[in-house]
């Protein structure tokens, strides 16, 4: 038999896989494979992978990485591949290692304020059974309702209600992760508080797989927030929106939300669901706070929208109009989608920089002949300038493209970050070492080499190894 | 001139630090030197420093590390020296790098809600800057009149009010670090949210000084709550008191403040200060709100205490009032004290183990025949045992020691950490071994020496090398 670590092609990776794994588990049909090789990312470059695992217990994970440092054979995790920068995307040769078998919740605890659970728990999963017993789960995704656990902390996801709860690095508390060697190792606590070594958890939120296999996450819950009460402000200029935005967080509100769409936003959902929004609209604001008697602090956040210069405020009534209003931001993605593919970007820049942004965004758009239309956590100054081109168009998808880029630049240059929630992957690698500058990417490449010297974790994504 | 490489003795030292260093910056009078060799923790071993440097730029923290480079001499950095596990202690023939001069708070931003400083800042110091914004930086460790936020950064403090605002880790958006070797990291960001990357920030906080030396930090703050109201509940019993807390938290309160006093430090601040508490008092818990109107929940919480077997519950009156409470609180450490000389534990264990943890305690106390008294941050299950001894009895002193591993050792058993907010430093490395295990050990490994392959960042602290 020939020596081990000299194997290297497609069959000797399955050979060695399925020594260890049952029926099942290993997917080596290559169509079938290959229908795993993407996330959502559009314009991101996928590989052929060699197999994929379908993972169902810490064990198979600890072979599969026994296996690819035997071979020197990359490994790519994965969730539910809803992420939008390529991080799940298959490299050549790789072995796809899915762990959404493994998505049990294993404990809720009230008194704690914890839930235990596999990394294949899906989000709104978790949160109805969180809701069971008065509690939540709240970083909420846009794909909450399909995305895994384990992809949010891979990723570090956000979504609507982080301007008031924050995000999933938040509320991770201890990780089991099996590292590059298929050791097993075992960070952080279930005690509220910690500072007992390096803060390892964190590190492997956002890692996105180049660290190592996220394999069990315990959780931090918090009690269900009362329902939240929202109002819609409309602007003419992107300037009163910003104003207003600054005003409500400088008076000290904290909402529970606080969403921004542009006019072209607007425009597209109104066209697709005939809302009958007034054409001046240069910017929608919609504003929830959800402390127990919302009125008052909701009719302040109104009047600080109205002195900014809001042509229009209407608070809702109830907590079911609320969530009517909030039903029309959440078609501002498809109702876009309409109008051509589209790639979401993910700046955030400083909260009192959002109105540049949006400036600068319709620039960047009239520059490169493209449409962008931009949603926007406004109270996190978190933007999704959405670029729509026709992929059957190599040009404007060429245009798309420097679009993109030109948006992450101008966030840079505003003092901002490249991605707030999405991640890097592989769509914005190279971006990341703009923003890290040559020291960042230096300590990065050296981390990455203490958990993963022989480079299979994930390879390209995130940081040039 | 002897290859620099060579150099070793302080005298080379010192000559190689003044070789950069404007007057008044170096310390080198040994008597003055060793008077920084320490924090405040007891039983805990110093070295003799080769000299302190009190670094006023960016800069000269880059000399000396540059310095300590070329001569592979050890550099300890320090703050205000508050500290309770020995994590500023002089090793022999360090450097000591004071960061207490570099105390400009050079920016209050109440739209992006960051201030930026200098680790030097005095905690009591930034929270009154933002208070002129109606903003607050939360953490508010015992110390916060002295402590400066680079030592927070270093331990990881936490405080108080922890239980609903969070530890120091949650406040730190971005930093500037002097590597090893004099480069300058930037890590982080100044936007509320940002997944760019490796969380290097996070890594930082609670590393002690063992993988760079922080020498600038942006820092989220929040608005100023209302006052708090409190109440005092006193029971009869562990098992009462571990039933309050657990009912309170599972019927989804989030109390600003939730601490609780043991028989023990009951009786010493009763003494102290003279307060008539009742005398079968075996613990008692300081509950406060802070919401717009806190009547209504401190009341409910009053009752939750009583269902759990309260034989008194006193609510305040008002915000003044719940002051005086709080102030009871502040007298527990002086108070305890008194008694003899008193090392702080900081166990934190799962909220629902608090009675196990206080019975535990008290078990140990006897089996060393030593007095402990036990204050908590009951909300977050962070207990703060205080073993008290007799300095000049080293039978005693050498019981006391016992009796503190003992108690790291029934929280690790109780499925907690040796540490919730002090630090491990070198008081607690053993013990951060044995919560760590081996394969955390290596990870914890595998960090230090992809920042700090030479060695000379406070070494010995945290983790063995």
């Not at 042509?311 to 029309?328: P, R």
Request: proline content about 6%.
């Amino acid at each position: 038999m020939a020596e081990v670590a000299d194997m290297r092609g497609p069959e000797d990776t399955i050979a060695a896989l399925r020594d260890g794994l049952p029926d099942g588990v290993l997917v080596t049909d290559p169509d079938v494979a290959a229908s795993y090789a993407h996330d959502m990312a559009n314009l991101c470059a996928a590989g052929r992978p060699a197999a994929v695992v379908l993972a169902e217990t810490v064990e198979q994970v600890q072979h599969v990485m026994r296996v690819a440092t035997r071979l020197r054979v990359p490994v790519v995790p994965q969730g539910a591949r809803t992420g939008l920068s390529g991080g799940a995307n298959a490299v050549d040769g790789c072995i796809l290692l899915s762990l959404v078998r493994m998505d049990r919740i294993l404990e809720i605890d009230p008194v704690d304020r914890v839930a235990v659970v596999e990394p294949g728990v899906v989000n709104a999963d978790l949160s109805k059974a969180a809701g069971e017993f008065g509690l939540t789960y709240p970083p909420d995704p846009s794909s909450w309702e399909t995305c895994t656990i384990g992809g949010n902390i891979g990723t570090g996801a956000g979504g609507l209600c982080c301007v008031k709860y924050g995000v999933t690095a938040e509320y991770v508390l201890g990780l089991d992760v099996v590292l590059a060697d298929g050791e097993l190792l075992r960070t952080g606590r279930r005690t509220a508080k910690g500072v007992a070594g390096y803060d390892l958890t964190r590190l492997f939120v956002g890692a996105e797989g180049t660290l190592g296999v996220v394999v069990r996450a315990t959780l931090a819950l918090r009690p269900t927030p009362p329902p939240a009460l929202a109002l819609v402000a409309q602007f003419d200029s992107t300037a009163a929106v910003g104003r207003a935005v600054a005003a409500v967080t400088a008076a000290g509100h904290v909402p529970s939300l606080m969403e921004l769409m542009d006019a072209t936003t607007v425009r597209a959902v109104n066209d697709l669901a005939n809302m009958g929004l007034p054409a001046q609209t240069a910017a929608l604001l919609m504003v929830a706070v959800d402390t127990p008697d919302p009125g008052p602090e909701l009719a302040a956040i109104g009047r600080l929208c109205e002195e900014a210069g809001a042509f229009e405020v209407l608070a809702a009534d109830d907590a079911e109009q609320s969530a009517m209003f909030l039903a029309a931001r959440r078609l501002a993605l498809p109702a876009l989608e309409r109008l051509g593919t589209g790639m979401i970007d993910d700046v955030a820049v400083p909260r009192s920089r959002l109105a540049d942004m949006l400036d600068g965004v319709a620039r960047i758009a009239e520059e490169h002949d493209t449409v962008i239309g931009v949603c926007a956590h406004a109270g996190d100054g978190n933007t999704h300038p959405i670029v729509i081109f026709d992929a059957a168009d190599p040009a404007a998808a060429e245009r798309a493209s420097a679009a993109f880029g030109a948006i992450m630049g101008l966030g840079l240059a505003l003092g901002g970050t490249i991605t707030g929630e999405h991640g890097v992957g592989s769509l914005k690698r190279d971006w990341l070492a703009r923003e890290l500058g040559p020291v960042g990417v230096r300590v990065h490449q050296a981390v990455k080499a203490a958990f993963d010297p022989l480079g299979i974790l994930n390879p390209g994504k995130v940081i040039a190894s």
